[in-house]
């Protein structure tokens, strides 16, 4: 079956799809293939091709559509490779092409996940001031390795210093009411916790206000 030859009858622009060919079989079978991968492995009328050949061309057409979908899904936002492979999963492409396609990306440096990461720590920081915990439990869902979370969690709290960020959210408030009020303390305490601060970070700041 592999030794069979097949002639093609005809490579056909399609007419209402941009940038696709049709290409028609002497067995009957019609298959559609993008410019890109026609480009790339040029057939003609009357070319003889083998079952072995079909399956490659269908393979790469395959390739390209999972390429396409992931470039059109990164042109809108830097993506973690993660959260890249889960999207792509969603539309049906098999395991196998998601990940030649990630690593095909990640080598053109079209995907990078320390870039990502720390692009979205430092937004997820600068915006809404949050601590450790909360930061790594939002960076979970874009990494399954534990190391690169650390690490981004490293770089970005260089970048913004523990207390600086406590005694920003701190300032927001009126001391002398937190003072005066112990319910206001607790208060700052629950926020400063659901902004996830551990007690060890929060602790010597208070003092520093004498709270």
């Known amino acids: 079956m592999g030794?069979?030859?097949i002639r093609v009858i005809s490579v056909l622009h399609q007419k209402k799809r941009k940038n696709r060919y049709s290409i028609r079989l002497?067995?009957?079978?019609?298959?559609?293939?993008?410019e890109n991968v026609l480009l790339s492995n040029p057939v003609h009328v009357d070319d003889l091709?083998?079952?072995?050949?079909i399956e490659r061309l269908i393979e790469l057409e395959g390739l390209n559509k999972v390429r396409e979908s992931a470039l059109s899904l990164?042109?809108?936002r830097m993506r973690s490779k993660k959260e890249l492979a889960l999207r792509l999963h969603r539309k049906g492409f098999t395991t196998i092409q998601i990940e030649?396609?990630?690593v095909e990306l990640e080598e053109k440096g079209l995907i990078d996940d320390e870039k990502f990461g720390l692009f979205f720590a430092r937004d997820n920081v600068k915006r809404s001031l949050l601590g450790p915990v909360a930061l790594k439990h939002r960076l979970?869902?874009?990494?399954?390795?534990f190391e690169i979370i650390e690490k981004i969690c490293n770089n970005i709290y260089q970048e913004f210093p523990i207390e600086s960020l406590i005694k920003n959210i701190i300032n927001k408030h009126s001391l002398k009411d937190i003072k005066n009020h112990s319910k206001n303390k607790k208060r700052l305490i629950s926020q400063?916790?659901?902004k996830g601060y551990y007690w060890n970070d929060i602790e010597p700041v208070l003092k520093y206000y004498n709270l």
């Open 3 to 5: 030794t069979t030859k």
């Open 26 to 34: 002497s067995n009957g079978e019609v298959f559609g293939i993008s």
């Open 49 to 53: 091709l083998d079952y072995h050949a």
């Open 74 to 76: 990164i042109s809108y």
């Open 100 to 102: 030649s396609t990630i």
């Open 140 to 145: 979970k869902s874009h990494f399954s390795s």
């Open 192 to 194: 400063l916790k659901r």
